[in-house]
């Protein structure tokens, strides 16, 4: 059984900044890539960040130049470093993760449970 659990969602003002985290927990052998989604109201989940095992990210052009991701390995965990939050970007944030498990099956794909993160003056 493996989990994804994100934290760290608000609300901040236009111009703030917001850190979320997602911890992967469970009987976990390796994790691959770590992404970041969100999904703003009305509209269909997008990437926001991607960052690989060894800690290479890449970014949405929408979030290039204000958002960074980090990974501890040792923790199983993913940040996703937010700042000059706009309007535009808020949204509920998935954390996603492909795993492979100790028992032995293929590498999955598993998700959060979501964080709202809310821009607002």
């Known amino acids: 059984q493996v989990r994804l659990v994100e934290s760290g969602g608000g609300l901040v003002q236009p111009g703030g900044s917001l850190r979320l985290s997602c911890v992967a927990s469970?009987?976990?052998?390796?994790?691959?890539?770590m992404n970041w989604y969100r999904r703003a109201p009305g509209e269909k989940r997008e990437l926001v960040m991607g960052?690989?095992?060894?800690?290479?990210?890449s970014a949405a052009d929408a979030v290039k130049g204000r958002f960074t991701a980090a990974r501890d390995n040792s923790k199983n965990t993913v940040y996703l470093q937010m700042d000059t939050l706009q309007p535009e970007d808020t949204g509920v944030y998935y954390c996603?993760?492909?795993?492979?498990?100790?028992?032995?099956?293929?590498?999955?794909?598993?998700w959060g449970q979501g964080t709202q993160v809310t821009v607002s003056s």
């Open positions: 960052i690989t095992s060894d800690g290479t990210s």
């Open positions: 996603y993760a492909r795993i492979k498990t100790r028992d032995g099956r293929p590498w999955r794909d598993y």
């Open positions: 469970g009987t976990i052998f390796s994790i691959d890539f």
